[in-house]
């Protein structure tokens, strides 16, 4: 996995979300295949994973590294990463206009019959590097939406979200497996 320092932070943030060959070598599941909506390549993000899956491949790295170095985002850690210092809605500004130049929605993907979750890095990164962060998979961050766990927030959009949910949080069940939900892991600074 590639990782990118995050200015001003203690931490770096996974430039891409984690992929399905990211998460096979690390879990060894491929939990997206044979599933709708879902198509297998190496460089694609790893969906059908749920919050509690994405603890477990946190896990195994942090034992594989032999500390606790690795986890998921807070809300607030996810959309300062997202933002790269912008104060506007989106990375690049607020011209919605400019979003398919950033991200994969629904009117570049759904709109011409493209219902899944294209390869990671294909479209331009914000200021400090980071890909996909409006939208190609929502992203599970480690914020809970329930006080009972039951919920997590997600960041970023999918891949059948509309421009206006690129900027939303989304509050999954922390058990679901969606075809538009993968995770983007934080490295902590040593």
Same mark, same amino acid.
């Given at each position: 996995m590639i990782f990118?320092?995050?200015?001003?932070?203690?931490?770096?943030?996974?430039?891409?979300?984690?992929?399905?060959?990211?998460?096979? *070598?690390?879990?060894? *599941?491929?939990?997206?295949?044979?599933?709708?909506?879902?198509?297998?390549g190496d460089d694609r993000p790893a969906t059908y994973?749920?919050?509690?899956? !994405?603890? /477990?491949? %946190?896990?195994?790295l942090n034992s594989m590294e032999g500390r606790d170095i690795y986890r998921l985002p807070t809300d607030e850690e996810w959309e300062h990463a997202c933002l790269a210092g912008s104060s506007s809605k989106y990375c690049f500004g607020d011209d919605t206009e400019r979003l398919g130049s950033y991200a994969w929605y629904e009117r570049n993907t759904i709109a011409v019959g493209e219902r899944y979750?294209?390869?990671?890095g294909q479209k331009e990164p914000n200021r400090w590097g980071l890909h996909d962060m409006h939208g190609n998979v929502w992203e599970w961050t480690s914020t809970a939406s329930a006080e009972d766990g039951?919920?997590?927030?997600?960041?970023?959009?999918?891949?059948?979200?509309? %421009? %206006?949910? !690129?900027?939303?949080?989304?509050?999954? @069940?922390? /058990?679901? @497996?969606? !075809?538009?939900?993968?995770?983007r892991l934080l490295r902590s600074l040593e």
């Open positions: 990118v320092t995050i200015p001003g932070r203690e931490y770096c943030l996974g430039k891409y979300t984690v992929t399905q060959r990211e998460w096979r *070598t690390v879990m060894g *599941t491929s939990p997206w295949k044979g599933k709708s909506y879902a198509r297998e994973i749920s919050w509690r899956d !994405c603890q /477990d491949l %946190a896990g195994k979750a294209h390869e990671v039951s919920r997590h927030v997600s960041r970023g959009g999918g891949f059948n979200s509309s %421009a %206006a949910r !690129c900027l939303y949080r989304y509050r999954f @069940r922390s /058990d679901g @497996r969606y !075809c538009s939900l993968g995770v």
